[in-house]
């Protein structure tokens, strides 16, 4: 079936450090792709999202390409802030309900 | 504004009691979801309902139960089959079942002792 692998946390930056969340998947056919985030006590947000190859999704200064030669989908930040510290999920729906990674927390320190 | 409502925010209840938890939503969209989020674990799937007065099991329905009523409304009742209830859930919904994003309540946090 359809998984997403991502990058076992936590990750720890300081402020106006570069981000890099690795994610990986496997899917049958050509799914649309996802990341969403989660603040302490709230329900995930979504973040960006791409819908086929080579698509770039972008929202707040973060940015993941869709590669399907690679089968990834990694998100990435210039420069992060303290206010970006939250768990980051990777998703991707197919055929079936959206289908999640584990979730990376990510903490940025001033 | 349109959104997702969940409530209550925290519930208690001792073991051996079903409890259900609320979801509404007014916006408009056909499909809904019920997910599981356990620490290291991610989201796991519950139950889905795609349209009215239908619903499909997750991969984790055991000792759960939903009804989809009404468009707006698709509550989840963890009953006392439930080995391990104790969990953050939340609801979702999207316009249809496929490609389109889910949008998500702000969760329930439920502790069974």
């Known amino acids: 079936g359809d998984s997403v692998t991502q990058m076992e946390g936590p990750v720890t930056l300081s402020e106006e450090a570069f981000l890099t969340i690795n994610c990986t998947y496997t899917?049958?056919?050509?799914?649309?792709l996802f990341w969403y985030v989660q603040y302490p006590g709230e329900g995930l947000q979504l973040l960006l999202k791409a819908t086929k190859a080579d698509d770039k999704g972008s929202n707040k200064g973060f940015e993941a390409t869709y590669r399907k030669e690679t089968t990834s989908f990694h998100l990435e930040k210039g420069s992060v802030q303290v206010s970006d510290s939250a768990v980051y999920f990777c998703a991707l729906r197919g055929n079936t309900p959206l289908v999640f990674g584990k979730g990376t927390r990510l903490s940025v320190i001033a | 504004d349109g959104g997702i409502t969940q409530s209550p925010k925290y519930l208690f209840r001792k073991e051996g009691q079903n409890v259900t938890l609320s979801c509404e939503q007014n916006l408009n969209h056909d499909a809904m979801y019920w997910y599981r989020q356990d620490p290291g674990q991610g989201l796991r799937l519950i139950y889905y309902?795609?349209?009215?007065?239908?619903?499909q099991k997750g991969d984790i329905a055991e000792g759960y139960s939903v009804s989809r009523e009404k468009k707006e409304s698709f509550p989840l009742t963890v009953t006392s089959a439930q080995k391990n209830p104790t969990a953050f859930y939340l609801c979702?919904?999207?316009?249809?079942?496929?490609?389109?994003?889910?949008?998500f309540g702000n969760g329930t946090r439920l502790t069974v002792t």
């Open positions: 899917a049958t056919g050509y799914p649309s």
């Open positions: 979702a919904s999207s316009i249809e079942m496929t490609g389109s994003p889910l949008h």
């Open positions: 309902s795609q349209i009215v007065n239908d619903f």
